[in-house]
T-cell receptor, first 111, second 115 residues
């Protein structure tokens, strides 16, 4: 059974810092991996999708990497801002199945 | 347009009520999903429809009944719920099996409170 783990569970940083969120998964036979952002009580916003054949994806200040063989992904956030405060969820998909989520990392960026 | 629209945003219902949650997307996606999310927990899969057919049912109690009238709409019918069913219910869609791009898009959720 696929298990997804995110470390750390919570993170507090001052504005301007670069930071890394970690995601690991137990079954490397994934189809793709997706990072989401969730604000309190809201839905999920897709940030980045990495296909199993890709090593990384970038969008603005966000960069996500994937090492499928070791079962790891990282989300790098450059020059963090208070508006980045949210919970970040990592999810993996195997072919023909739905997403399986980690428990998330709750990020707080102070001004 | 990458929008998944869920209605209502909030719902309070008694344990004897019958209500429905609705979800709509116009991205041409052929897979639609219902997830349940409790506070400070990750979303948990409930149902998957692929090409309007129920393809995954994660042993959800029968008081939850999904319906997919067409490829753009997904409903979740609720009947005789329990207080522990109070949660954020999320709908999602993706292009479906066989597609190279299976990015999933989520709605803003329905906050359900059972009293």
């Amino acid at each position: 059974k696929q298990e997804v783990t995110q470390i750390p569970a919570a993170l507090s940083v001052p504005e301007g810092e670069n930071l890394v969120l970690n995601c690991s998964f137990t079954d490397s036979a994934i189809y793709n991996l997706q990072w989401f952002r969730q604000d309190p009580g809201k839905g999920l916003t897709s940030l980045l999708l990495i296909q199993s054949s890709q090593r990384e994806q970038t969008s603005g200040r966000l960069n996500a990497s994937l090492d499928k063989s070791s079962g790891r992904s990282t989300l790098y956030i450059a020059a963090s801002q208070p508006g980045d405060s949210a919970t970040y969820l990592c999810a993996v998909r195997k072919a023909g199945t739905a997403l399986i989520f980690g428990k998330g990392t709750t990020l707080s960026v102070s001004s | 347009d990458t929008e998944v629209t869920q209605t209502p945003k909030h719902l309070v219902m008694g344990m004897t009520n019958k209500k429905s949650l609705k979800c709509e997307q116009h991205m041409g996606h052929r897979a639609m999903y219902w997830y349940k999310q409790k506070a400070k927990k990750p979303p948990e899969l409930m149902f998957v429809y692929s090409y309007e057919k129920l393809s995954i049912n994660e042993s959800v109690p029968s008081r939850f009944s999904p319906e997919c009238p067409n490829s753009s709409l997904l409903n979740l019918h609720l009947h005789a719920l329990q207080p522990e069913d109070s949660a954020l219910y999320l709908c999602a869609s993706s292009q479906g099996r066989g597609s190279q791009n299976t990015e999933a898009f989520f709605g803003q959720g329905t906050r359900l409170t059972v009293v």
